[in-house]
């Protein structure tokens, strides 16, 4: 997948995945917080053994998310 694809796809997701992509046996995950000072980025990086779950992840930061965004406003 070229890198134009794969920016596309994590803007339409709203989030982003590394499966052990930089270290082996490390996965992390991303969203992009937006608050009026700009936007960040809110990760978890996790042993790739905890991944079977992806979704409760991803779930998990995306509330993070929310709350932040939402103390921020």
Request: aromatic share 8%; proline share 1%; hydrophobic share 50%.
């Given at each position: 997948?070229?890198?134009?694809?794969e920016?596309?796809?994590?803007?339409?997701?709203?989030?982003?995945?590394d499966?052990?992509?930089?270290?082996?046996?490390?996965?992390?995950?991303?969203?992009?917080?937006?608050?009026?000072?700009?936007?960040?980025?809110?990760?978890?990086v996790?042993?790739?053994?905890?991944?079977?779950?992806?979704?409760?992840?991803?779930?998990?930061?995306?509330?993070?998310?929310?709350?932040?965004?939402?103390?921020?406003?």
């Amino acid at each position: 997948m070229s890198l134009l694809a794969e920016l596309t796809q994590i803007a339409e997701q709203g989030y982003a995945v590394d499966h052990e992509e930089f270290a082996a046996g490390v996965s992390g995950f991303a969203v992009i917080v937006n608050t009026y000072l700009g936007q960040y980025a809110l990760a978890a990086v996790v042993p790739s053994f905890r991944t079977k779950d992806q979704q409760r992840l991803v779930t998990a930061l995306q509330a993070c998310k929310a709350q932040i965004e939402r103390k921020l406003a």
